[in-house]
């Protein structure tokens, strides 16, 4: 049975963990869970509600032929996640891509590694009153999270409309706010708020343009395809994968993992269910 968990805090997390051990016991270890792992048994792992959890629910189907159990716990936040798994709370974690987990690992010190791409979520410009980047008023506040390991992402949008332009020589996933060199309408790049936060902001209207990451996207109920008015096509480098500590993507039922969520099982359920919105990666 798959098993899951709203987490508030991180002392709440501990708690569940404890009332939800294998066996009852309320104590356990990192090299316990290994163990118990090596033929089966159970992986611990926490991911945002929609899609990875959802994604992991289908997965979760297959791997009981495996005698793999996945006990997902749902974390709708992107700094809880990678502190969980550091902490050896959960096994693994499905919420980021590479280079959300390159920055937090080298920000926090965190030894942790990918163990494969699963999907990508196609970011996308909301605008409750505007069609097009171009409509765009000068001097326009464009909402965006503050996950600085995004911003080139961010800006991707507007360099690939001309309209602005960034320090020549820099990839534009390596870029960031201060790289603009041309921005002749004045845009005003706001990266003061949690991505959580960032649906409710667009429902109720507080800038001309909102970017907001699928995942949240999804669980707000917009869809990126159909309520943005600009979304990234399947070429985005920012893939979601599985994350693990350095060392566990070699575990056998981590592997199994992923070879489900790559599979084409998987791969047809990601297109039937979201239709563009979330695209399984190559």
């Known amino acids: 049975m798959k098993k899951y968990v709203l987490l508030l805090t991180l002392s709440v997390f501990a708690v569940i963990l404890a009332a939800c051990g294998n066996g009852g016991s309320d104590e356990s270890t990192s090299d316990e869970s290994?163990?118990?792992?090596?033929?089966?048994?159970?992986i611990s792992i926490a991911a945002s509600p929609a899609p990875h959890a959802e994604i992991l629910e289908e997965a979760a189907t297959l791997l009981e032929d495996e005698g793999i159990e996945l006990d997902i716990a749902i974390v709708n936040d992107y700094t809880t996640p990678n502190r969980l798994l550091a902490d050896e709370e959960v096994d693994a974690n499905f919420f980021q891509h590479t280079p959300y987990l390159e920055t937090e690992s080298a920000s926090h010190d965190y030894d942790l590694v990918s163990a494969g791409n699963v999907h990508i979520e196609p970011m996308a410009v909301y605008s409750q009153d505007y069609d097009s980047l171009e409509d765009l008023p000068d001097g326009s506040t464009i909402l965006v999270s503050n996950n600085p390991a995004e911003e080139g992402r961010f800006l991707s949008f507007f360099v690939n409309e001309g309209l602005i332009e960034i320090e020549e020589g820099i990839e534009i996933q390596d870029a960031t706010f201060d790289d603009i060199t041309e921005n002749p309408k004045n845009f005003d790049f706001n990266n003061q708020t949690a991505p959580e936060l960032l649906v409710s902001m667009y429902e109720n209207n507080e800038a001309p343009a909102v970017i907001i990451n699928s995942n949240f996207a999804l669980d707000g109920g917009l869809n990126p395809v159909d309520d943005s008015i600009v979304v990234e096509d399947g070429e985005s480098p920012y893939a979601n994968l599985i994350a693990v500590r350095s060392g566990d993507e070699e575990r056998e039922d981590i592997q199994k993992l992923v070879e489900v969520l790559q599979g084409d099982e998987i791969k047809q359920f990601i297109e039937d269910n979201y239709?563009?919105?979330?695209?399984?990666?190559e």
Request: glycine share 18%; net charge negative.
């Open 34 to 42: 290994a163990e118990s792992t090596e033929d089966g048994g159970t």
């Open 275 to 281: 239709e563009g919105a979330v695209i399984p990666a």
